[in-house]
T-cell receptor, first 116, second 112 residues
């Protein structure tokens, strides 16, 4: 079974600063996908960024980038130039390439606070 | 407009009631999901439908009954729920089983 661990229940960052959210995972598969989702107070889960495990290059999406360390099974999210609208719960998630019996597995989430 | 619409947004029901949650997706996706989000717990996958066929049922109690009449609609029928079933129920859809999920805003369910 696959697992996803987010060890930071809460993180705080000053507006315009950079913050990194940690995520580690475990899977027996070699081909899988990793995601970061954002859940603002509106409750809707929004895809932030996606990484294919077979790609060595770290995914980037505007101010959001990941540090994917496959050997270490680590998938951290870096948010640059933090904005007030970035305040939300952030969930790391994994799914095996074939879908897998467990589907998409989520971590418990990290609550990100942006201080003005 | 999120592309995935859930109704109602909030629901309060007694343990003897029967109610249904509705999810509709306008994205042309082939897979739909029900997730349960409880406080301080990871999202729990409840049901997965691919091309209107159930492909996953993660040992969910029978008091939760899903229905997928077509690729755009997904229901979760509820009956004789327990207070511990109070949670946010999120519907999602994706193009394929391993594609990124698009979520609705969820239904906040309170069982009294």
């Amino acid at each position: 079974a696959q697992t996803v661990t987010q060890s930071q229940p809460e993180m705080s960052v000053q507006e315009a600063e950079t913050v990194t959210l940690s995520c580690t995972y475990d899977t027996s598969e070699s081909d899988y996908y990793l995601f970061w989702y954002k859940q603002p107070p509106s409750r809707q889960m929004i895809l932030v960024i996606r990484q294919e495990a077979y790609k060595q290059q770290n995914a980037t999406e505007n101010r959001f980038s990941v540090n994917f360390q496959k050997a270490a099974k680590s998938f951290s999210l870096k948010i640059s130039d933090s904005q007030l609208g970035d305040a939300a719960m952030y969930f790391c998630a994994l799914i095996e390439a074939g879908g897998g019996a467990d589907g998409l597995t989520f971590g418990k989430g990290t609550h990100l606070i942006i201080q003005p | 407009e999120t592309g995935v619409t859930q109704t109602p947004r909030h629901l309060v029901m007694g343990m003897t009631n029967k109610k249904s949650l509705k999810c509709e997706q306008h994205l042309g996706h082939n897979a739909m999901y029900w997730y349960k989000q409880s406080a301080k717990k990871p999202l729990e996958l409840m049901f997965v439908y691919s091309l209107e066929e159930r492909v996953e049922n993660n040992s969910v109690p029978s008091r939760f009954s899903p229905e997928c009449p077509n690729s755009s609609h997904l229901f979760l029928h509820l009956h004789t729920l327990q207070p511990e079933d109070s949670a946010l129920y999120l519907c999602a859809s994706s193009q394929l089983i391993n594609s990124p999920l698009h979520f609705g805003n969820g239904t906040r369910l309170t069982v009294t």
